[in-house]
Nanobody, 126 residues
Framework: QVQVVESGGGLVQAGGSLRLSCTAS????????MGWFRQAPGKEREGVSC????????DYTDSVKGRFTISRDNAKNTLYLQMNSLKPEDTAMYYC???????????????????WGQGTQVTVSS
């Protein structure tokens, strides 16, 4: 049984930092690309970042470039998202997802991300 579990969310002041973690177990895919997505109330889900199977390729949505860093530890089946210089507009539920492919091609559409966690809430106060 596949389980994807996020942790590390919380309440932080603008300018602060948080580190999200995601542990995936039971995956039978070849080493998958992994992604972070977020959804704010009343808004559509958007892609935040994607990392390829070996960690060499990383991509970010424009609004978080230079502030967020994605990384992974395949030995621990764990994905991370270091979020610095947080802004109130970063407030959302953050989701981790595993892709059916090993690469991040067209990742922002969320296509082929087949396993999703329940999400962890990030709230940034002004």
């Amino acid at each position: 049984q596949v389980q994807v579990v996020e942790s590390g969310g919380g309440l932080v002041q603008a300018g602060g930092s948080l580190r999200l973690s995601c542990t995936a177990s039971g995956l039978t895919l070849d080493v998958p690309a992994m992604g972070w997505f977020r959804q704010a109330p009343g808004k559509e889900r958007e892609g935040v970042s994607c990392i390829g199977w070996n960690g060499d390729y990383k991509d970010y949505t424009d609004s978080v470039k230079g502030r967020f860093t994605i990384s992974r530890d395949n030995a621990k089946n764990t994905l991370y998202l270091q979020m610095n210089s947080l802004k109130p507009e970063d407030t959302a539920m953050y989701y981790c997802a595993a892709r059916r492919r090993s690469f991040c091609t067209r990742w922002a559409t969320s296509e082929d991300f087949v396993y999703w966690g329940q999400g962890t809430q990030v709230t940034v106060s002004s």
